[in-house]
């Protein structure tokens, strides 16, 4: 998870050195990032008097109703913590737009002025962000709107509509149907495990399948065998190769979205004790992807296999952040680490078979940047594109952030 400083003011040594624009994040700016660059800053001074401490309040929506896992119905009207890059964020029932409230002072004040006094500017929102009111008027001064474009980005939770927040749930469940009959998913490509299959992923497509088949007669053997699969992929994971933690990451995945999206099953107790197991799984396979770089028979062998980790980290992410819609009136909990993940922008090298990838893939993948991250993907997308150009992987991150605006990626 990264966050940025208020207190950086010079840009990091990579870009300064190529003369490009840094957006100041850390541990790494956007574009160290993605390129894959050594991102390091010159260490600043600081002053000796230290920032107020600020807390945002974020508006609350309609509240949706929902059930929560462990203390009955989900409500917003209590506060609720979240870290928010130095600052706290809360939303409660007692304000229906933003304001930050200094240590000094109660009273609040728009999304503007909390952004002046912060020294960030708020991004465009991966989703819709809650209702605030418009400024009354535009800054006078120029030198101040132009400091204000400069600033770094900030990505901060938000809530989603009821719409979405289904759609949600039925394309993530749509993963296990897709397991059970194809053995694959939009975060396991087809032919990731064609030469080699992982006994946990084995295990998931079995399972998948015996899921389909679910009755309330054989629900407990259902959930009895995944708790054990589980036990067993906790019991191996210090031997795991990368390979093996790849297999295990994308199989828990499967588990969690059969026991958390479906409430016949009774599992979701368990389910949700597993979600910081995922979590921790997730980031160290991700660490490891660096530390351990794969290269593999074939350049279609290599990146297949690349993509479909960094699409795994992502969906990983991505259902704790469903969930947290689902359970907590909408609210997406994960936007700051969603929005740090890169992947592959073009659909084609997912569906593009083996023997084309190197002639009609390739050669794009080479000759430009080819790796996006969310907030770049929904701003690339626009009413005018064919919905049937994305694969299942960019439809659910675009129905999710840009479902409201184009209902046809929720169909």
Partial sequence: MHFISATRKKSCTACVKSKRRC?????????????????????????????????????????????????????VDSATVLPFHGCVLRHGDSSQTSSVAGSSSSSGSSPESWQDELGVTAAPLLLDSAPSKAPSKAPSKAPLQLYRTLLPEVIVPTY?????????????????????????TPFLHQTLWKKQQ???????????????????????????TINFKIAKLIAASHTWSLAEHLAAVQTLIVYQIMRLFD???????????????????AASLWKRSFIEPVVLATSHETWVFNESLRRTVMIAVFVRCAWS?????????????????????????????????????????????????????????????????????GRLLLGAARGKDDPRLLR
Avoid at 201 to 212: H, I, T
């Fill in 325 to 393: 819609t689902y359970t907590r009136g909408g609210l997406a909990s994960q936007l700051h680490v969603l929005a740090s993940i890169p992947f592959t922008r073009d659909a084609k090298a997912w569906k593009v078979e083996e023997g084309k990838w190197d002639s009609d893939v390739l050669p794009e993948l080479l000759e430009k940047n080819s790796l996006t991250v969310y907030t770049d993907y929904t701003d690339w997308w626009s009413h005018d594109k064919e919905v049937g150009v994305l694969d299942g992987f």
């Fill in 160 to 184: 989603l509509d009821a719409g979405r927040v289904q759609y949600l749930a039925r394309a993530l469940r749509s993963f296990v149907s897709s397991m059970a009959y194809t053995g694959a």
């Fill in 198 to 224: 992982p006994e946990s992923y084995q295990d998931c497509v079995s399972l998948s399948a015996l899921y389909l088949c679910k009755t309330s007669a054989n629900n407990a053997l259902i959930t009895n």
């Fill in 23 to 75: 957006d100041l994040e850390i541990p790494f700016c956007r574009r160290c990032r993605v390129k894959g660059f050594d991102c390091s800053y010159p260490i600043p001074t600081l002053k000796s008097s230290s920032a107020p401490d600020r807390n945002v309040l974020v508006s609350r929506q309609t509240v949706r109703s929902s059930s929560d896992l462990s203390s009955g119905p989900a409500s």
């Fill in 263 to 281: 409430a016949s099953l009774n599992a979701r107790e368990q389910a949700q004790k597993h979600s910081l197991l995922l979590d921790a799984w």
